[in-house]
């Protein structure tokens, strides 16, 4: 998919660096965290393959409608009368109004833009023209929304915009046995936290594949599970991850290291002792914990602004209890996003100096290699 669009606006020799072997590679270069040239080709060309665009709970029955992301890669995703969700462009076929403004939900019987009052009906297919009724040359089967391909995978929604992507069964390729035992589509979202972020999306992906600076500024976290445990996976597809333990005496990530809910059903032994943190690439973070999954969905806003939503959930039995309260992995979890939030700020301040210049991996930051080789790829149209 990538070659088409032609590399990245980057020096070959720069990317080179990046995809040298680890031990001897160097980060991406400076250009690629600042230069909304970057940017720009990253929308064009990563954003415009699988992406997260959300979770099916977000549209809980029919008629339920959200618009997320915007221009070229604008998408109307809604949940039809049949209970299935499609994705739409977010653009009308009249004059290309957006159909729901960027980031907004609502729930109506039918698609109708806001412009001229063209309406749609839940499958996409144009139901009424204001004025072409008595005109007879008017095939309103022309004339339906632009489907995108959609996967709705284990609760994720992901959507192609460019509809040229791989198979997605090769995007998540080796995930399902990593996944499927904490069954995250049976589970309840309960908290959401959305945070606006002066930094780039690849300083804070980078960030979540290393605990080498854990020691550092997540003393909290440090406690509960060694920085220095744990391995990363090697998979198939276009994704990532690793795993880090949980200490003996602890059930979960929480300040205490207690459950104040239940464990997830049919895990293994290491699954109960362990978190599972993976980059479902380009914007998707997944944390599998013994008792709830977390998940930061990131949306690039500009070359050095991120939104990023945190989301929580838990297994049903306690997420509809009206005594459960979510917060003590809540409030770990922000603890921790705010001190990475902090850092991913400052790489971005530093980064934005005309001195800087990509530096080594440290031994314990090969996630950090996975993720950037990755992009490094893409840049150069591999």
């Not at 070229?72 to 290309?96: E, I, P």
């Not at 998940?295 to 050095?304: F, G, I, K, N, S």
Request: with cysteine.
């Amino acid at each position: 998919m990538f070659k088409q669009h032609g590399p990245a606006p980057l020096p070959a020799d720069a990317l080179a660096a990046a995809l040298a072997p680890f031990g001897q590679s160097r980060m991406l270069p400076r250009e690629a965290y600042v230069d909304p040239a970057v940017f720009d080709w990253e929308q064009r060309v990563i954003f415009s393959g699988w992406t997260c665009v959300g979770h099916a709970g977000d549209l809980p029955s029919a008629g339920s409608q959200k618009a997320v992301g915007s221009g070229a890669n604008g998408v109307l995703l809604v949940r039809g009368d049949d209970d299935t969700v499609r994705a739409f462009a977010n653009t009308c076929r009249h004059r290309g109004h957006e159909l729901l403004a960027c980031g907004a939900q609502t729930k109506r019987r039918g698609i109708v833009c806001p412009y001229h009052s063209w309406s749609f009906k839940l499958d996409g297919s144009l139901r009424s023209a204001p004025g072409f009724a008595d005109s007879p040359e008017f095939d309103a089967a022309q004339f339906g929304l632009a489907e995108l391909r959609l996967v709705n995978w284990h609760g994720w929604l992901f959507v192609d915009p460019s509809g040229e992507d791989s198979d997605f069964g090769a995007h998540v390729a080796g995930l399902e046995e990593v996944v499927s035992p904490y069954r995250p589509e049976d589970l309840t979202v309960v908290a959401r936290h959305s945070y606006e972020l002066a930094t780039n999306w690849k300083v804070i992906a980078e960030n979540y594949q290393e605990c080498y600076h854990c020691s550092t500024i997540h003393p909290e976290l440090s406690r509960i599970s060694p920085p220095t445990s744990g391995e990363n996976l090697d998979l198939d597809g276009s994704w990532m991850g690793g795993w880090m333990s949980i200490v003996d005496g602890a059930e979960t990530m929480s300040l205490s290291g207690k459950s104040e809910g239940v464990a997830i059903a049919g895990l293994s032994d290491h699954e109960m002792r362990s978190v599972m943190y993976l980059v479902g690439f380009p914007n998707l973070l997944v944390s599998l914990h013994p008792d709830y999954v977390m998940t930061h969905l990131m949306t690039p806003l500009a070359v050095d602004r991120t939104h990023v939503e945190c989301a929580w959930a838990f297994p049903r039995e306690v997420a509809e209890d009206p005594g459960f309260d979510p917060s003590y992995a809540v409030d770990f979890w922000d603890l921790t996003n705010r001190q990475d939030w902090a850092a991913c700020e400052s790489v971005q301040r530093g980064l934005s100096s005309p001195h800087a210049r990509p530096g080594p991996l440290a031994p314990d930051e090969d996630g950090v290699y996975q993720f950037v080789t990755r992009v490094a790829r893409a840049y150069a149209g591999r």
